[in-house]
């Protein structure tokens, strides 16, 4: 049996999207018992003018921008105003938004209806046709060049606000920094796609225009991650980890620079490296000389 994904909320975590269980830990010759703070995962039930469209494995926190941004990033809207939330219900059985758009928009909705199943770590299951997986994502603008040292000052800072990773350790984060790399939003999610609707949502919300910085995630680069960043967009998107080879080949095709394994001792450019300058360049144009 599958435990309430609710729980009574003396049982909720400090933050928000946690929950506690108890827990047996040994260490070495020692056992104890204790609670253990658990990221949670429940279903979100996503119901376009009273027609259900998609139920997603998700963490049940931040689910009005989760709503915005699955709007946005999948091309169900193609502006936040066109999107607006009527209600978030949560119940035993996970959470339900409710969510109202242009007549027009749910009717092209109704052709790429999607099976009300999704996964937290896959955005396109349930898809019913390769066209509504491998559409085709608008170019992203030119967008300013950012500095080496913008994308580490990003990376460092994006670890730093991760509280519901540090409380589980269990959660993907998409963060979104200015051009001078200071992150200004975060989102977190039990799924990597989740996170990145979350962000592309704050972002909506906030009237913060996506091409004025760019997006750090802790995953891989996926195809989808790709896909989701370009139809915001978001000119530059970099990944903890690896690229897949679609990515690559989506984000050449829509001007997107991605990057892979961002870390702190470097980074590989896949895709249009003109947005991402090194800090040999970054110094020349600050100060007019030849790098």
Known sequence: MIANPNPPAADI????????????RRRGDRCEDGLDAI?????????????PFAVMMATPADLEDFARGFSLSEAIVADPAELRIEAVAHGLDGAQLRLRIPEP????LAHRRRSL???????????ESVD????????????AAIAGAALARALR?????????ALTGATHAAAWAGHDGRVALVREDVGRHNALDKLIGALAAAGVDPS?????????????????????????????????ALAIALADSARLTLIGFARDDGYAVYTHPRRLLDDARAD????GTPP
């Open 117 to 127: 199943e999704g996964r937290s770590g896959c955005g396109v299951c349930g898809s």
């Open 39 to 51: 990221a949670a995962e429940v279903p979100v039930s996503l119901i376009y003018n009273d027609a």
């Open 13 to 24: 975590a400090a933050e928000p999207g946690a929950v506690r269980r108890q827990v047996r």
């Open 284 to 287: 020349a144009d600050a100060t």
């Open 132 to 143: 509504a997986v491998l559409r085709t994502p608008p170019q992203v603008g030119a967008g």
């Open 105 to 108: 928009r749910a009717q092209a």
């Open 212 to 244: 004025q910085g760019f997006a750090v995630v802790t995953s891989r680069a996926s195809y989808e991650m790709a896909m989701k960043a370009a139809q915001a967009g978001i000119p530059l998107l970099a990944a903890m980890s690896a690229p897949t």
């Open 157 to 165: 800072e994006l670890r730093a606000q991760q509280p519901l990773n």
